[in-house]
């Protein structure tokens, strides 16, 4: 694929540093250390799932080339082609709060470095396989205010999104606030606008259900926290897909290694939404000690900020600017959103959520690590259905 002359020496350089393991374990960086994007949020409002590697002070760490994983691990690992298998367009909706101005400019730095196709802007002559970002009433352009933290939360989604299906539509959604009726009026908006999948990186506590989580058809994924054992919504609704998170070992050529529970995975039993009939129909579902409750999660993907995802961001965050290695519930969601789409299978079912537990063969199941302390299956990985990993994670499309 063609790249930027500008980026040309760039791109051989980043190449050449992600084709080469990078840790004797197959990790990015097994000794990061990480802290929270985004701080805790007030009651009723959402909280991005984004974890950034740190320096040895603790301070946000960026570099000038890209650190941790790009499009050639994620595809490598988890057997994925670059382009949709289905027969229409498919359009992934990133919903987050506030703005991210440089969005747009970051993903072509994106794909530049990595040497994928130029990704055009949506016009009236350009409908499909482009970016395009409204307002959460749909309106290109009166935009939410700028926030440090989602507009890295923004990057991280929308280049993971576009890296792992490159030929569908990306529509980012902003809403006003991070105030979950913001964002639920975002995921709404998303809907309205035909997304097949819609991504949501972020989480409270444990709520009743919220009808604007609920459109059949839709593959809607939702981050389960970062917080290890306990539950968050809107992964706790029954009618979303709950991404928890793992630890991606690879092998030197890509190829997947190993996975193991992501010790910051949420997980756990809902308390205010029951379990659908097929988490319970699972083998394992006696031992999860959720009876009748909905359990998180359903599947999941890469999380851990040491086996992290490489994100372009020119918004400063806390003063800095460049590539940030950025791990989080917030990698695996929209990972998991971008699968959906190149499998093209969100319309075949009601929710979604029921595909992979349909065709676990076609999954990677995490049967080792925890991320807490508990009596039953919710906080620790085992064959079959688990907490933290759900069914599991994605070995081709075939589970989507």
């Known amino acids: 694929m063609r790249v930027h002359a500008k980026f040309a020496a760039l791109a051989v350089l980043a190449v050449a540093l992600v084709a080469t393991p990078l840790s004797p374990a197959g990790a990015a960086n097994s000794h990061a250390s990480s ?9 009723g409002r959402a909280r991005c799932h984004s974890l950034l590697v740190t320096d040895g002070r603790g301070n946000p760490l960026a570099t000038t080339l890209p650190g941790g994983y790009g499009p050639a691990q994620f595809h490598g690992a988890y057997a994925l082609p670059a382009t949709t298998s289905a027969s229409s367009s498919q359009t992934i909706a990133i919903v987050d ?20 196709s130029p990704f055009p802007s949506c016009s009236s002559t350009i409908t499909t396989s482009c970016f395009q970002k409204v ?34 539509k990306i529509l980012l959604v902003e809403a006003t606030s991070n105030s979950f009726a913001n964002l639920g009026a975002a995921v709404n908006t998303a809907a309205k606008l035909g997304a097949n999948v819609i991504s949501n990186s972020y989480g409270g506590s444990d709520s009743s259900p919220m009808s604007a989580y609920k459109h059949p058809g839709i593959a ?54 029951t379990a659908k009939s097929w988490q319970t129909s699972t083998s394992t579902w006696g031992q999860t000690g959720c009876g009748t409750e909905r359990g998180v999660a359903d599947v999941a993907a890469d999380a851990d ?14 003063g800095i600017t460049g590539w940030f290695q950025v791990g989080g519930t917030s990698l695996s969601s929209p990972l998991i959103a971008a699968v959906y789409a190149l499998a093209g299978n969100a319309g075949s079912a009601s929710y979604p959520a029921s595909i992979p537990y349909a065709n676990t063969a076609s999954l990677h199941d995490v049967t080792s690590g925890s991320n807490g302390s508990c009596s039953t299956i ?23």
């Open 35 to 43: 802290r929270a994007v985004c701080p805790s949020p007030l009651k």
């Open 97 to 116: 709060a506030f703005d991210d101005p440089t969005v747009k400019k970051d993903l072509d730095t994106y794909d530049s470095t990595f040497g994928l």
């Open 135 to 168: 307002n959460q009433d749909g309106v290109s352009g009166s935009f939410p205010r700028k926030d440090q933290g989602w507009a890295l939360e923004i990057s991280l989604d929308v280049q993971i999104a576009h890296a792992i299906c490159q030929d569908c």
């Open 220 to 273: 809607i994924t939702a981050s389960s926290g970062d917080g290890g054992y306990g539950v968050e919504s809107p992964a706790s609704f029954n009618t979303v897909v709950a991404v928890g998170g793992t630890t991606l070992n690879i092998n030197a050529d890509n190829s997947y290694k190993s996975e193991t529970v992501w010790s910051g995975s949420g997980s756990g039993c809902s308390t205010l939404n």
């Open 305 to 318: 900020p040491a086996t992290g995802a490489a994100v372009y961001d020119s918004t400063r965050y806390h």
């Open 378 to 400: 919710m906080c620790k990985g085992v064959t079959g259905y688990d907490g933290p990993t759900g069914v599991g994670t994605p070995k081709g499309t075939g589970g989507f």
